[in-house]
């Protein structure tokens, strides 16, 4: 069979705004939500969209009440058009900025206060033209989406479309500081706790560790529901003799270490959950996004 040259490919490719459309009606699964992203009317997205169907000779969507679906043909087409779009993203990343430029990490608020920060300074020094801007949330980053090159995440490592590799396990164990424990003569069982002030006690952590000590689970839910939002800040108040913090371990080390925060059990809860360095899967090869991958997978192996 004959190969084709550029010219001949491209001339057998649909319209790239009919395509550039279709992704993103596919992705919202709404010609509504996929026209205001893309600044343009409905009626102009339905027409690219009609567009594409012609010359693919198919219908891509079926138009049902209050909501459209892919047909047969469109779930054949939306991953492919979906990687091809990141693919060209990368590429185009990779060329712009190479190992220079700036790397833009998201990340948890305790992780980047309590591990990156502590930690950062040596990738600096290894690449000092590339300047890293971290950005703290608790949602999913949308990588297509968001100026964001690279995340740590906590969950189960199982996200669509992104290269995952483990950081840690997102163990959980009670910590307090030593005055709150001597206040009370010491904590020398699980059942002391009950004597003091928990902090964040609906966090499902509680739960699962009380289980886990065989406390009254019950217990939690007689104590006020303050909650902090991020484990930094209900270290700081366990520091600060206010109460007991569940947290992992790993991310307190320093505080542990010299004496602020004392862990006075060694039973830590584990609900399968893990930190873990994600990137696009199209985008794993840019030089920047590499470097850091490297250079924390070795930061980590270290410790």
């Not at 779930?75 to 990141?86: D, I, K, M, N």
């Not at 590429?91 to 206060?113: E, I, N, P």
């Not at 591990?115 to 000092?128: E, M, N, R, T």
């Not at 949308?142 to 396990?169: C, K, Q, Y």
Request: glycine share 8%.
């Amino acid at each position: 069979m004959p190969e084709l040259n550029s010219r001949q490919l491209v001339s057998q490719l649909p319209p790239l705004q009919a395509i550039r459309v279709f992704e993103a009606v596919a992705r919202h699964l709404s010609f509504t939500k996929a026209a205001q992203e893309l600044g343009m009317t409905q009626a102009a997205a339905s027409y690219q969209i009609k567009l594409l169907e012609e010359r693919i000779g198919a219908p891509l969507f079926l138009r049902q009440p209050k909501q459209i679906v892919l047909t047969e043909p469109g779930q054949r087409l939306a991953p492919a058009v979906s990687e091809a779009f990141a693919l060209l993203s990368g590429a185009y990343a990779a060329a712009r900025t190479g190992a220079d430029g700036v790397l833009c990490v998201s990340t948890l608020l305790t992780f980047a206060s309590n591990w990156l920060a502590q930690h950062l300074g040596s990738f600096q020094v290894a690449h000092p033209s590339l300047a890293v801007r971290v950005d703290t949330s608790n949602r999913v980053v949308d990588f297509a989406r968001e100026d964001i090159d690279i995340a740590i995440r906590s969950g189960g490592g199982n996200w669509p479309g992104v290269e995952t590799h483990m950081l840690f396990r997102a163990d959980f164990t009670p910590v307090l500081s030593p005055k709150l424990a001597a206040s009370i003569g010491g904590v020398k069982e699980p059942a002391d706790l009950l004597r003091l002030p928990i902090l964040d006690p609906g966090d499902i952590w509680w739960r699962d560790w009380f289980a886990a000590a065989g406390l009254p689970v019950e217990e939690l839910s007689k104590r006020p529901g303050t909650s902090m939002g991020a484990q930094a800040y209900e270290a700081n108040a366990a520091i600060a003799g206010h109460g007991v913090a569940i947290v992992t371990k790993a991310l307190f080390k320093t505080e542990l270490a010299d004496g602020r925060l004392i862990q006075p059990f060694d039973l830590v809860g584990d609900d399968g959950h893990a930190y873990w360095l994600v990137y696009p899967t199209a985008r794993r090869n840019v030089p920047k996004i590499r470097a850091f991958r490297d250079w924390i997978l070795s930061e980590i192996a270290c410790q």
